[in-house]
């Protein structure tokens, strides 16, 4: 297998897409679906697992997701999932002795532990992992710190403590905590999370006679190398959308409406929060329920150039594209918003299916401001928002908080819950670096901020409040969420 991602987890992933895309626009899919994991897996020896058919087993999971059904006892209505076969190779006990071990005669070690998991022998101390209940106060007791803690990645990259584990010790989200952000898919080694992908039925979409119009996120420039807007859209005309546009547009129309609230929340004496990140909603909203009445009520980007587009066109169909896979759980829990979802990684597996190159030439196109670009990017909301009350000469002075991932957002919500937030206006971004670090990205996070300097560049100087009122007209859309 031949992988040009970061990791080869992300790869393989991509390249199982691939293969349910390839199908899926054959309309053989279904004859298929049990030879491919010998199309991706075809020799005897395995390559990445213990044996063969391991991997194999993981593909077969994998195309599960893939084409957007559950795998058995885990819900049908959430995003993201654990893959069982991928799950079960992570080192299932946390806490392990190493050869650092001194057999010293205090046994602090055995003494610290109140659930008798600890008993020494010969070559030292041992911990039993079914009696192990993982507080830790082994380790911090032993003085030669011979004691290791692994916990799992996708553990602790969870900022909402939703991630357990199962009477097998594999993995299992608490999805009443979940926020959706996706950390523990990025963080996984494994690539055992995964989020369930809609590019089944898009592409039957795309087949069809419907008209369809791709709305694809900001972060896009710098994903697909020096591809420009332009070719972007080219590119998703080719693989059968009937048109394309920025959601930079929808970006300028929050902004401005957003700017328009946090006036009225200063005049208040109150505090208002961004609210187009869908996981940091979450975050507030299971969280932190006391402060759903401080996030802003303005719809997230996505929301507003769907409804444009379909005041412009009622029967069209909307596909967002982004990074994110929190947006999947947006079109569930909101109306009037987009109708699909595809990352960009599963927008890079059917690029791949049909041989289509996002590089190739094409006349240029801009949809957004500068700062609608900037979205993308952490701080690029609160620099938007600040840009309007710039543009309406807005005298008054707003202090802000740029949240730069899930961890700054949940330290700068605890202190607006106790009351003691002296800022005006909280940007909540759940991925650090910004949504151009989603976990469903397919650049290196440096090769996006080589490329996407030099392409945002190059944008016109329009300003949010001419792209909104004059370029383009959202006087009559619903702005709200």
Known sequence: MEFKYDNEA?????????????????????????????????????????????????????????????????????????????????????????????????????????????????????????????????????????????????????????????????????????????????????????????????????????????????????????????????????????????????????????????????????????????AFVEMVEKHFPKLEGNVSSTASPMTAVARYIRMLNPKTKIVFIGPCVAKKLEIIKRKDTADYVLTFEELEAMFRAKKINAEEAAEDSQDGSRAGKNFAQSGGVAGAVQEVLKEEHYDKPVTTVRCNGSNECRKTLMIMNAGRLPQNFVEGMACEGGCIAGPASVETLRGIKRNRAALVAKADNRTVLENVNEIHDFSKVNMTR
């Open 10 to 278: 992300k790869g393989l992933k991509i390249e199982v897409l691939e293969k349910v895309a390839e199908y899926s626009f054959a309309g053989t899919l279904k004859e298929h679906l049990s030879t491919i994991p010998y199309e991706i897996i075809p020799g005897p020896l395995p390559t990445f697992r213990c044996c063969v058919y391991k991997e194999r087993e993981i593909i077969r999971e994998r195309l599960i997701s893939a084409c957007g059904n559950c795998l058995p006892n885990q819900p049908s209505d959430k995003v993201l999932c654990v893959l069982p076969a991928a799950c079960e190779g992570c080192p299932i006990s946390r806490y392990r002795v190493t050869d650092n071990c001194q057999r010293c005669l205090a046994h602090r070690c055995k003494g610290a532990c109140h659930f008798g998991a600890i008993t020494i022998n010969p070559k030292g101390a041992y911990i039993d992992p079914k009696k192990c209940k993982e507080c830790g106060q082994c380790a911090a007791a032993c003085p030669y710190n011979a004691i290791s803690d692994t916990m799992r990645p996708c553990r602790r990259s969870c900022p909402v403590n939703a991630i357990g584990r199962d009477k097998y010790n594999r993995t299992v989200i608490d999805y009443d905590r979940c926020i959706s952000c996706g950390a523990c898919l990025r963080a996984c080694p494994f690539g055992a999370i995964t989020d369930r992908s809609q590019i089944v039925p898009i592409i039957d979409l795309l087949k069809s006679e419907t008209p369809v119009t791709a709305v694809f996120a900001p972060a896009i420039e710098g994903q697909f190398g020096k591809a420009t807007i332009g070719m972007i859209k080219n590119a998703l005309k080719k693989l059968g959308f009937t048109d394309a546009v920025e959601v930079s547009l929808g970006a300028d129309a929050t902004a401005a409406h957003e700017a328009h609230e946090l006036k009225d929340a200063i005049a208040k004496g109150e505090k208002l929060t961004s609210s187009c990140c869908p």
